[in-house]
């Protein structure tokens, strides 16, 4: 069973930046880890990914070019790097491991951007 902890959340204006970290409580070296959002009122959707097996990373259309998704397998860590967000961009932010059919999520870090 693997834990997952995010961090990093918080309030920011529109234009502004955050980094969110994400912290396994297991090796993460096997798994392809990944970001996905939930704003209220609507579904959980996808929002970034990288694969472990050769750090190919794939993007939300909406969130390409100003997000980057990395990983850091020595300290079993996966970052999220926001930049010119959006008020749209408001979300709880979960962190999602994936390996063999397994899944694991945290519990989610906030992340609310003002106009």
């Known amino acids: 069973q693997m834990q997952l902890v995010e961090s990093g959340g918080g309030l920011v204006q529109g234009g502004g930046s955050l980094r969110l970290s994400c912290a396994a409580s297991?090796?993460?070296?096997?798994?392809?880890m990944g970001w996905f959002r939930q704003a209220p009122g609507k579904e959980r959707e996808f929002v970034a990914r990288?694969?472990?097996?050769?750090?190919?990373?794939y993007y939300q259309d909406s969130v390409k070019g100003r997000f980057t998704i990395s990983r850091d397998d020595a300290k079993n860590t996966v970052y999220l790097q926001m930049n010119r967000l959006k008020p749209e961009d408001t979300a709880l932010y979960y962190c999602n491991a994936e390996s063999l059919g397994r899944q694991f999520w945290g519990q989610g870090t906030q992340v609310t951007v003002s106009s």
């Open positions: 297991g090796r993460t070296l096997t798994y392809t």
């Open positions: 990288i694969l472990w097996s050769d750090d190919s990373t």
